[in-house]
């Protein structure tokens, strides 16, 4: 079963379109990132741009692969490295979600199913954006001593979608020696609430020191 999908993708990597259409069901239905596809011919014509696309240098490559057998049926999903060398240091952590329902006919297994995607990440900049304008109004409330623009972000913890941040915080307090510095680390969780970011878990800190059983406030990252 993993040698099948195993030289399935290694087909798709070096464009050879007889080794991708092998083992693969008359009545194959693909969900593919762009459409559906249904039957070996429509499934053989979807595949030429794709490989013409990929022999400008994409690559296409298995990273986790797992499978289960139970008699004639069997799945298996799996991540891929797929994309341009451009498109992989822009995005290193990108994979193509793969799965695949194969089905054992006369003694051997063709796919029959198969569903391609990638995640949907085209609200991840806007949230990052959001999270950190608030961190940064949160900062101005504590440099300008507003308890109640320090108390805006937070909220009880009821529903909406969540984020986390984590960090160093970097305190400078004058003195009439001079300006004392501090940093701590701090970790922070947000649940947007009516189309709002709201703080609803903050956890800070100092490093602690086992010697001397006192937290480091004298650290510098």
Not at 4 to 9: F, Y
Not at 106 to 120: C, I, T, Y
Request: with cysteine.
């Amino acid at each position: 079963m993993r040698r099948l999908i195993e030289d399935w993708a290694a087909a798709v990597h070096r464009g050879d379109l007889a080794g991708v259409l092998a083992d693969h069901a008359d009545d194959i239905l693909m969900f593919d990132v762009p459409a559906d596809v249904r039957g070996l011919d429509v499934y053989r014509d979807s595949w030429p741009p794709f490989l013409r696309w990929q022999a400008r240098g994409a690559r296409f490559e298995i990273t986790e692969l797992a499978a289960t057998v139970g008699g004639s049926v069997a799945f298996a999903h799996a991540l891929l490295r797929c994309g341009t060398p451009a498109d992989l240091a822009r995005d290193p952590e990108q994979r193509l979600r793969l799965t695949l329902g194969l089905r054992k006919e006369e003694g051997r297994w063709l796919v029959s199913h198969e569903h391609h995607s990638f995640a949907d990440t085209s609200g991840v900049a806007d949230a990052e954006r959001e999270v950190r304008d608030l961190h940064r109004r949160w900062y101005d409330a504590t440099a300008a001593g507003d308890l109640a623009g320090l108390m805006a972000p937070i909220t009880v913890l009821t529903a909406g979608d969540l984020a986390v941040a984590w960090g160093l915080n970097r305190v400078l307090v004058g003195e009439p020696g001079g300006p004392a510095e501090h940093w701590s680390r701090g970790t922070r969780v947000f649940r947007r609430v009516d189309g709002d970011w709201r703080m609803v878990h903050q956890h800070v800190s100092y490093p602690f020191d086992p010697e001397t059983g006192r937290a480091t406030t004298d650290l510098r990252p």
